[in-house]
């Protein structure tokens, strides 16, 4: 088991930028990837970006398009943390951002979701 608790969320003006945070306890040897989500109201959730945990993965990242050159994501092994940094916003990006975490194994856990508003 996996348990993922998100931070970082909140309000940001258009152009402003906020920086997402999920730490990760449980079985975290196990983790292959983690990444980030995004449900907009009345959509399903969305991949905004995901990065490799595992070595096999080569730590590699992958983005949305939506949010490519504005959004970044790391991460910091030791800490077993993920960060989402996210720069440039647009009130396009209002949306609870949840956390996800797959394991070696093919199952997902998540975390429990952070608010994101962005408006002037």
């Known amino acids: 088991q996996v348990q993922l608790v998100e931070s970082g969320g909140g309000w940001a003006e258009p152009g402003g930028s906020l920086r997402l945070s999920c730490v990760a306890s449980g079985n975290v040897n196990n983790i292959y990837a983690m990444g980030w989500y995004s449900r907009f109201p009345g959509k399903q959730r969305e991949l905004i970006a995901v990065?490799?945990?595992?070595?096999?993965?080569?730590?590699?990242?992958n983005y949305a398009d939506s949010v490519k050159g504005r959004f970044t994501i790391s991460r910091d092994a030791p800490k077993n943390t993920i960060y989402l940094q996210m720069d440039r916003l647009k009130a396009e990006d209002t949306a609870v951002y949840y956390c996800?975490?797959?394991?070696?194994?093919?199952?997902?856990?998540w975390g429990q979701g952070t608010q994101v508003t962005v408006s002037s």
């Open positions: 996800k975490a797959e394991d070696n194994d093919n199952r997902s856990y």
């Open positions: 990065i490799g945990i595992s070595a096999a993965t080569n730590y590699a990242t």
